[in-house]
């Protein structure tokens, strides 16, 4: 996944490794002193991409707002994490610690998903979904 943040009117894009979870809120683990996150946490409006298959021109765009994970929120986002790329405690130690040089867990709750989808609308392959 792709997550692009925003500084004083200047874009920055981040390729980062994600999950989700059954609301469709995405979930990935970062050091607190990336730029990303950094940014992220100063303006919460974030877009991100999701590239499903290249040769047919297959993506997801998420457009909504991120945050860090915290307090109760952070063991079910670990569970998570670990069941796509592996259980690693420092993780979750990571994220309870709240220290600005360690990782935590972050969240986009999306606002607007737009499919580009030629395979299964070849017609019109911009699919709008807004999220209540």
Request: charged share 30%; proline share 6%; aromatic share 10%.
């Amino acid at each position: 996944m792709q997550v692009a943040t925003e500084r004083n009117g200047q874009p920055w894009l981040s390729t980062l490794n994600y999950v989700f979870d059954n609301d469709l809120n995405l979930y990935w683990l970062s050091l607190r002193s990336r730029r990303h996150s950094k940014e992220l946490m100063a303006n919460k409006k974030v877009s991100a991409a999701i590239l499903h298959d290249p040769e047919v021109k297959r993506c997801l765009h998420i457009e909504g707002e991120a945050r860090e994970v915290t307090g109760k929120e952070i063991t079910p986002v670990h569970k998570l994490y670990c069941e796509k790329y592996g259980d690693k405690p420092e993780r979750l130690a990571d994220a309870q610690s709240g220290d600005p040089d360690r990782r935590a867990y972050y969240v986009i709750k999306p606002k607007i998903f737009v499919l580009f989808d030629e395979i299964n609308f070849p017609n019109q392959p911009r699919q709008e979904f807004k999220i209540k």
